[in-house]
């Protein structure tokens, strides 16, 4: 069918909307080729139209009202680059009329995910968000197609560029938080406000966007234990690398037969660990299956053109299941039910830092607030710092997760510990 | 349509073959889902009927005629898992009647890979080889679907595990070459005769595959300058890891406005490079597209379950697009002319190492020799060896591929150079 036509309509025309016409535009004849049709984009929604943008609108409808764009006749396919909750309404509109959506909005995703795939299935559309969770990667695709009966039991991913950054350039660097935070800023890796990085929730986004696919489990991300990389020291780092560790913000999945394991938190990896070598802003998926077994996808998790591509690459999947009147994804999906392993039961190792009064009994004191919730210790050092106060160094055999925490809360209320504990765990299963 | 039947016919049920049944068995709903009908083998082709198999053939028609299973009535999909030249001619005659494949076979794909699927797209078909290329590895399949309409300039992959084995266990365990053969040999990671994996055939076969789809060029594999491991020394693996390389085999694909640089060899690549922890019998692929980026695709290129979950992989895609009357795959795909930059027009850095009489002016022989080809030294260190002998280690600038094995030549021929010098190419672009 050469001659026929999909058309688009795009909400947001921002760095990736742009990014995406521009893909639109060079490389027209292999999308052409493999859609089997030309994908046209007829009309665009954006905040305000009479903004300068880089790229040519012409012939293309500009307005503002999204769900407009949504519901328009001349519209047979959705992207959603606007993000945020204010999308819910058109989206569902396209997909309550049988129109497919391809979006980046991870927000979306993470919190209406279920329901809106449920939507689509019921109205014969799609929604496809590649771009989503782990930008550039096409690792949505992967388990969408290839994998897509595979039997995952473990899920590992470094999911948001940014941390990753910062944990990065403190380790090489040797700078402190604030100073790699800030280098991030400035090569745009990070907003103006990272707290959305920083706190671990954009890793626990992608990471219910993940479990979804891989697990056919419907998670809200907001049940997912989440802890960010704020209050990381340096010396945290260095301990890290003592040790032979390297620290990484993880969204974790790990199904067992007691349940799934969802959490994310910074953790000491083994350098030996292919996620160590996940440096600066990438991003890494490392999966296990019960026939493939280990497997990593590893690329850009953010950034104008591998956005764009990812979703470029969603669109023609999309294009050329409507092209052809059919739709493979969610064809008659069950989602399992959710089982979860709650935190508190989950066994880990931990690192604790302490900063203490140098003085006889201390350690005796911490030694007893650890054996008290049943946490041994495998090793533990202690250094001599500066004003009287003593550094102390701790890794933890296994340990329910509660009683370390119990154990730690214990610690801090010491009249000799001077600082609140550091306290991160060892992933080496 | 939950009461339609895909059936299948399999040509081959050795270890993959079996792995296929069993995971066919095992995810029976979950595949049904997917595809949206039950998949069925209706049909098998073996060497030996009588064989004792550990899988039910219940209900299957086995037969001895791969010929036969192809050009079968009720076969709606062949998978060709027995291998080799031999299985042209029963693919042939499934593509030919409209039937699509799913193989496994790279000597098939890296030798009439572009014939077959022309012939393919002829007659409405499809041919997915996902496990000929990286395995259990989804690549070939995020070429298809995600990135298929990427430009890559940059394709760098290990594709073989048994060399990759070899080479790992010789720089971990200090064990030179034959014992780390014999290791690969008893652990199953080598063939009893592993020549096509020692003299990188099976890599340059690989490459050739990857290379059609990511780059849309249709290589003769034969063509692919090829370099196998036999002959790495534990002293080059020693003097790659004093400068701060690790050695692996390597299929090298590099667009430029030259041409394409395709080869395969061994090669010191930076300890940093994501590669260097590609380790023992798990495989690498390493992109870089214009919108994506840097990409890696990591996991086991051989075994039964992971070359089973590949096959699975294609037959989903495949089945569902039975199902629905369409095919994807090469809708109206246009491969590009082939333009090559040869080997000897290569630019590239040399690892060289030569074992020489203990005497005054050889160095300035061997000097003498680079210097006339032009090839200029980075690093020389000697050091003294046993029996009047001489060490000499060189790190070259960047020189003409051919300058550097012109100098090699020449160097061999000195009458105090005792042995065949060694020469490894350094990949640290």
Redesign the interface.
């Known amino acids: 069918m ?1 001659s026929s036509v999909v058309r688009i309509g795009l909400l947001g025309c921002g760095v990736v909307g742009q ?1 995406f016409l521009r ?1 639109l535009r060079e ?1 027209e004849r ?7 049709a030309t994908l046209r984009v007829t009309r665009v929604a954006v905040r305000d139209p009479a903004k300068h943008r880089e790229c040519d609108l012409t012939g293309i409808r500009v307005a503002t009202d999204p769900l407009a764009v949504a519901n328009a006749e001349d519209v047979d396919l959705l992207i959603e680059l606007i993000g945020g909750e204010s999308m819910l309404e058109p989206v569902r509109a396209a997909l309550q009329r049988g129109i497919s959506v391809v979006t980046a909005n991870k927000h979306l995703l993470a919190v209406h995910g279920g329901e809106l795939e449920r939507l689509a299935a019921d109205s014969k559309s799609t929604i496809r968000s ?1 771009a989503s969770a782990g930008g ?3 690792v949505l ?2 388990l ?8 995952f039991q473990f899920l590992v991913a470094i999911l948001n560029g940014t941390t990753n950054y910062i944990l990065s350039t403190m380790e090489r660097d040797g700078r402190d938080f604030a100073e790699a935070l800030q280098a991030a800023q400035s090569l745009g890796f990070a907003e103006s406000d990272p707290t959305l990085d920083l706190s671990g929730a954009d890793t626990a986004q992608k990471l219910a966007i993940l479990v979804r696919r891989a697990f056919r489990m419907d998670v809200a991300y907001g049940s997912i234990p989440t802890e960010g990389i704020i209050g990381m020291e340096l010396e945290d780092l260095r301990q890290a690398d003592r040790f032979g560790y390297t620290v990484k913000l993880l969204g974790i999945a790990l199904l067992n037969s007691e349940g799934l394991d969802l959490r994310v938190h910074p953790a000491f990896i083994p350098k030996r660990y ?1 996620l160590a ?2 440096r600066d802003e ?1 991003n890494g998926i490392y999966l296990r ?12 998790g953010a ?1 104008a ?2 956005t ?3 979703v ?3 669109v ?2 999309a294009a ?1 299941e409507f092209v ?1 009147g ?1 739709r ?1 994804l969610g ?4 989602h399992e039910p959710e089982r979860r392993l709650p935190l508190d039961a989950v066994r880990t190792k931990y690192y604790l830092r302490l900063i203490v009064e140098d003085r006889p009994g201390v350690l005796a004191q911490v030694a007893a607030c650890l054996g008290g919730t049943n946490v041994s210790v495998a090793q533990m050092f202690q250094a001599e710092g500066i004003r009287g106060e003593a550094s102390i160094t701790i890794l933890t055999h296994e340990a329910r997760d509660r009683d370390v925490r119990e154990a730690v809360k214990g610690i801090a209320k010491l009249p000799a510990v001077r600082k609140t504990p550091r306290a991160v765990r060892i992933f080496d299963i």
């Not at 969408?144 to 039997?151: A, D, F, K, S, V």
């Open positions: 050469p990014g893909l490389r292999l999308i052409r080729d493999s859609v089997g590649e550039g990667i096409p695709q992967a969408e197609h290839g994998l897509r009966t595979e039997h292919l070598a996940v990438f299956g019960e026939a493939t077994g280990s497997m990593l996808f590893y690329g850009k950034g053109l591998p764009a591509q990812a470029l690459g969603d023609i999947v050329r052809a059919v493979f064809a008659a999906e069950k």
